[in-house]
């Protein structure tokens, strides 16, 4: 691995303002040898894999440099919790389903929780914890899909981390298919 390598990488995972993936770090460093970057990745982490505050996370498809959760509390009192309101037990149940059930359409969702989700969606939307991923040709229904903002705020790398739905809540009743998680 080339020693000027390995500033550069840790400098461009502190700066990323979102977990920033292999591929753009391969291209920021275009025309380094691939396992020269892998090389200076590995050692930046494992430079932060010791007794401190802060660690290299791999979030989202990406890594990101982040406190240590031990530590969350401490920094949460820095921002005064900040201003920013937790999700509502409806916007927590409509996000699980479309987690799990995406692509999935508003009416759908409503469907699954018998309940009218559109205020809830747009919350969802306004938040970027979810995005509209296309329109049917048919009926011109949106379905909608979880972001990399939800893997970030979760702590985890892909949706296939999430927990399996009990048999006993996914009897196929709704009408859709097994593994349509993306």
Known sequence: MSDHLKPIVEALVFASPEPIT???????????????????LAAVRADYDRPGGL?????AGGYQLTTKPELHEWVRKLFHERTTSKLSVQS???LAVIAYKQPVTRSQVASIRAVNVDSVVRTLLARGLITELFADSETGAIN???????????????????PPISPLLDDGADGFDEGTIR
């Open 144 to 162: 909608y899909g979880t972001t990399d903002a939800l893997l970030q705020n979760l702590g985890i790398n892909s949706l296939d981390e999430l």
């Open 55 to 59: 660690q290299i996370v791999e979030v």
């Open 22 to 40: 292999l591929k753009t770090i391969y291209k920021l460093l275009d025309g380094e040898p691939k396992e020269d970057v892998d090389a200076a």
């Open 92 to 94: 927590l149940e409509t």
